[in-house]
């Protein structure tokens, strides 16, 4: 599986942006969006689960981050609403062409694919 992220850039906090991850080769059943800030762990931020339609979020961007998914197109989104300083990261796109169990959903160990990272800043 080959994933190609794009759409990061430098916002401003209260404003929006949508990440995508362009992904090609082997059916993926679970794609979603990591984040790692300078001097940090990368931390899950969340994923679709394909197989049930079920997505999960960390909770740090519950109810402001939504994951989408055109089938047509492969790709999957992140839309980002209300941005604050706390989410400049570098956004990483993962994906894993196995069946994930649900209490290791939010592990990096589960993904197999990643993509390139794409940054976003917000500024206070």
């Known amino acids: 599986v080959q994933l190609q992220a794009s759409g990061g850039g430098l916002v401003q906090a209260g404003d929006s942006l949508r990440l995508s991850c362009a992904a090609s080769g082997r059916t993926s059943r679970t794609m979603g969006w990591f984040r790692q800030a300078p001097g940090k762990e990368r931390e899950f931020v969340g994923v679709s689960r394909f197989s049930t339609g079920t997505t999960y979020y960390a909770d740090s961007v519950k109810g402001r981050f939504t994951i989408s998914r055109d089938n047509a197109k492969n790709t999957v989104y992140l839309q980002m609403n209300s941005l604050n300083p706390e989410d400049t990261a570098d956004y990483y796109c993962?994906?894993?062409?196995?069946?994930?169990?649900?209490?290791?959903?939010?592990?990096?160990?589960?993904?197999?694919?990643w993509g390139q990272g794409t940054q976003v800043t917000v500024s206070s």
């Open positions: 993962a994906a894993s062409t196995s069946t994930i169990i649900l209490s290791a959903i939010r592990s990096r160990a589960s993904y197999d694919y």
